[in-house]
């Protein structure tokens, strides 16, 4: 609370620096420019006075009078210009001045934005990585300390396993996000049979989550040019996503379809869903649906990014759209090849 606290002051007081800046930056703007046009307009009618002086002196019976001279024009002329050169440079220094400030304004805001989200990364990871961590150390003292039935035996060793591939994602993840923002990532694509490789993904999650319901309608013999590894990754992450905010009374739908030439994913789920000014948002790096502070799900804001990227590398697009009354469906298009 007490960070909370302080980010938002810390918010509010930027907000206000740059509001009294910029109003004090505008105001002796113009103030200058006041000035400016005064002292403009003060030379402007000592020039007339000085050149009226010598017109009568010259000219003791002018035959028109002097505003009509061409003497007259000239200062006039010059005056004007001077006026327009103080009011056009005014008008562009306030544009540029105002741009900005804009620009300062959204740079803090997203540096604040950012910092936000470190600090939640880091409170996040903290807990992922002990979470598992202490579950494969209970499992793995019960085993040694006690005599188990082979029945919870397996129960144990699925356990360490579960958790041991949770870690092993985890840390792929935080891997691959640091290699993208190095631009490091070398992908080797090559003929994939995607119904074989997602059958495969579906059958094994099928077994490690028994007591959730899968809907699966995979055709069969589709063929991508693809990175292996990405596109399990793909799959992966999609899966552990509406896994994690589904119940288990919940179904999960998993389809593979030819539409249009291209190979189509859908992977839908009946959980909590995902609000329309988020969906923008959840391919965000770092970015996680909903209240940090109420937040019970697992995850650390790098699956759906990574998931985007990875997809847009192989020529594709993912959309994020309702299923239906509740629940979110992601749909991940990709070019098709043919055998």
Known sequence: MLILFSIFNRKSWNKIVIFILTIYVVISFLWWMYLLHKKNKELFYEQIQIAQIQYYTIHIEPTSIFENTNQYKVIYKKFMAQNRMIFSEGIVFMLLLFLGILQLYRTLRKEIFLNVQQRNFLLTISHELKSPISSIKLC??????????????????????????????????MLFAAQIERSDVHLQFENLVYSDLLTEITQKY????????????IEPNILIHADKS???????????????????????YIYLQVIDNKSVMTIKDEGEGIAIEEKKKIFDKFYRVGNENIRKSKG????????????????????????????????????????
Do not use: C, W
């Open 140 to 173: 793995s003292e019960t085993l040694i300390k006690r005599k188990l039935l082979p029945n919870q035996q397996d129960r144990m060793h699925n356990i360490i396993i579960s958790d041991a591939n949770r870690l092993h994602n985890l840390v792929e993840n």
């Open 206 to 217: 099928r077994h490690q989550y028994e007591q959730q319901k899968f809907i699966v309608n």
């Open 230 to 252: 990405a596109i399990i990754s793909i799959i992966l992450n999609i899966l552990d996503n509406a896994l994690k905010y589904s119940n288990v009374d919940n179904l999960n």
């Open 300 to 339: 650390t804001g790098l699956g759906l990014y990574i998931v985007h990227y990875l997809v847009q590398k192989h020529f594709g697009t993912i959309n994020v759209s309702n299923n239906g009354i509740k629940g979110s469906k992601f749909t991940v298009t990709l070019p098709l090849i043919h055998g």
